[in-house]
C-alpha cells in the first residue's frame, strides 16, 4: 500500500488550502483514512479520520474549521482546512490504515506535505 499526497503549501493567516491523498493498493473495507501532523521537535498528532462508512474523528483544535472526506471509489482522501491559524503549521501526512490478504490492521504513512501558516 502506498500513499500519494498533494496540496499544502504557504497561506495567511484566515485562508483555506486543500489536501489529497490517494491510496495505491487494496485494504479490505472498514479501513481508515486520514491526516496526521507534526512539528519539528514535537510528537506526531492524529488531525482527522475516515472512514469507509463515512464515520469521521477530529482533532480539537481543528474541529469546526476541517472538513474530511473520502472518494471510495478511487481511495482518495481530502482534507479541506479553512480559518488557518499560524499554529496549523507543520507536515501532514497522509496516513492509513486497515487489513488485506498480507497484514492485519497495518499502518501506512504518506511522505509528508508541508502546510504553512503566516501571520
Known amino acids: 500500500v502506498q500513499l500519494v499526497e498533494s496540496g499544502g503549501g504557504q497561506v495567511q493567516a484566515g485562508g483555506s488550502l486543500t489536501l489529497s491523498c490517494t491510496m495505491i493498493?487494496?485494504?479490505?473495507?472498514?479501513?481508515?483514512l486520514g491526516w496526521y501532523r507534526q512539528v519539528a521537535g514535537k510528537q506526531r498528532e492524529p488531525v482527522a479520520h475516515i472512514y469507509t462508512t463515512g464515520k469521521t474523528n477530529y482533532a480539537e483544535t481543528v474541529k469546526g474549521r476541517f472538513t474530511i472526506s473520502r472518494h471510495n471509489a478511487n481511495n482518495t482522501v481530502f482534507l479541506q482546512m479553512d480559518s488557518l491559524q499560524p499554529e496549523d503549521t507543520a507536515v501532514y501526512y497522509c496516513h492509513a490504515r486497515g487489513s488485506n490478504w498480507n497484514v492485519v490492521n497495518g499502518d501506512y504513512w504518506g511522505k509528508g506535505t508541508q502546510v504553512t501558516v503566516s501571520s
Open positions: 493498493g487494496t485494504l479490505f473495507s472498514g479501513n481508515a
